[in-house]
Nanobody
């Protein structure tokens, strides 16, 4: 099992910034992908950004809607993945979920979610 604990959500004005953090613990050996999803009540859970470990450098994905505004990064020593969110827009309002995929267990794990609200 992998446990994920997210933090950093909150209320921010349009144009502001937030940084989400997700700390992984438990069966962390074998984690190949760490990512952030978001979900609103009326929509499905969509992938926002992900980082996949490679042989040399990690592969990074961003949804078109966040390219140039969000940055995903990881600190392997702390088993933590971050999502730096800048130039936030009201349409970024959602519950953000951390997710990791473990190639050893063959499972995907989810955090509890953290609310991000962008409003004036």
């Amino acid at each position: 099992q992998v446990q994920l604990v997210e933090s950093g959500g909150g209320l921010v004005q349009p144009g502001g910034s937030l940084r989400l953090s997700c700390v992984a613990s438990g069966s962390i050996f074998g984690i190949v992908t760490m990512g952030w999803y978001r979900q609103t009540p009326s929509k499905q859970r969509d992938l926002v950004a992900a980082i996949t470990k490679g042989s040399s450098t990690p592969s990074i994905y961003y949804a078109d809607s966040v390219k140039g505004r969000f940055t995903i990064s990881e600190d392997n020593a702390k088993n933590t993945v971050y999502l730096q969110m800048d130039s936030l827009k009201p349409e970024d309002t959602a519950v953000y979920y951390c997710s990791v995929a473990n190639r050893i267990t063959g499972r995907t794990y989810w955090g509890q979610g953290t609310q991000v609200t962008v409003s004036s």
